[in-house]
T-cell receptor, first 113, second 113 residues
Framework: EAGVTQFPSHSVIEKGQTVTLRCDPI?????LYWYRRVMGKEIKFLLH????????ESGMPNNRFLAERTGGTYSTLKVQPAELEDSGVYFC???????????FGDGTRLSIL | AQSVTQLDSQVPVFEEAPVELRCNYS??????LFWYVQYPNQGLQLLLK??????LVKGINGFEAEFNKSQTSFHLRKPSVHISDTAEYFC???????????FGTGTRLTIIP
């Protein structure tokens, strides 16, 4: 089966611009998670979807970040406007059931100049 | 809230030598424990998990970990490492009813030929 796919693999934008990251979970996985790793720090949880509903968005840093999962399939994470501190690697993960191991994508490396 | 500590940010080990990567956690409730590995230019891959049952857990690539509740530890071990084990290793914890993963800061394992 295809794994979790993230696009793009790398994005370089200027401060103030908008960027949209996409995640395609493993087919049939209702649970979708977004995480972020800022350079030198730990990987931090951003939010959790169950199908199209936001189950937990306690990790979203501020209202410049908007996550959607229309139709309960793929998800997008939009950053608008991007700030320097948003640079990092954004990971997406999915799982079939709750408390099952999460399968991660390769991540999107976001660089804000 | 739970937390994970990986005290060793970098661990150099000679090829074919044993290795132990340390992980300690803090939580007021029962936890699920995971080790993930990130090979260069790849995403996170699940090495092993502890959900319940036997405290000695075996994973892929010859790795194993032991859950020690009294010491709140989940150290990762391998009796003989190979060059291909060069990667960054992350310990993570979640709790029942809250599936987001809390990660440690990672340990970079370098194998010396």
């Amino acid at each position: 089966e295809a794994g979790v796919t993230q696009f793009p693999s790398h994005s370089v934008i200027e401060k103030g611009q908008t960027v949209t990251l996409r995640c395609d979970p493993i087919s049939g996985h209702d649970n979708l998670y977004w995480y972020r790793r800022v350079m030198g720090k730990e990987i931090k949880f951003l939010l959790h979807f169950v199908k199209e509903s936001k189950q937990d968005e306690s990790g979203m840093p501020n209202n410049r970040f908007l996550a959607e999962r229309t139709g309960g399939t793929y998800s997008t994470l939009k950053v608008q406007p991007a700030e320097l501190e948003d640079s990092g690697v954004y990971f997406c993960a999915s799982s079939l059931f709750l408390n099952q191991p999460q399968h991660f994508g390769d991540g999107t490396r976001l660089s804000i100049l | 809230a739970q937390s994970v500590t990986q005290l060793d940010s970098q661990v150099p080990v000679f090829e074919e030598a044993p290795v132990e990567l340390r992980c300690n956690y803090s939580s007021s409730v029962s936890v699920y424990l995971f080790w993930y590995v990130q090979y260069p230019n790849q995403g996170l891959q699940l090495l092993l998990k502890y959900l319940s049952g036997s405290t000695l857990v075996k994973g892929i690539n010859g790795f194993e970990a032991e859950f020690n509740k009294s010491q709140t530890s989940f150290h990762l071990r391998k009796p003989s490492v190979h060059i291909s084990d060069t990667a960054e290793y992350f310990c993570a914890v979640s709790v029942s009813g809250n599936e987001k993963l809390t990660f440690g800061t990672g340990t970079r394992l370098t194998i010396i030929p």
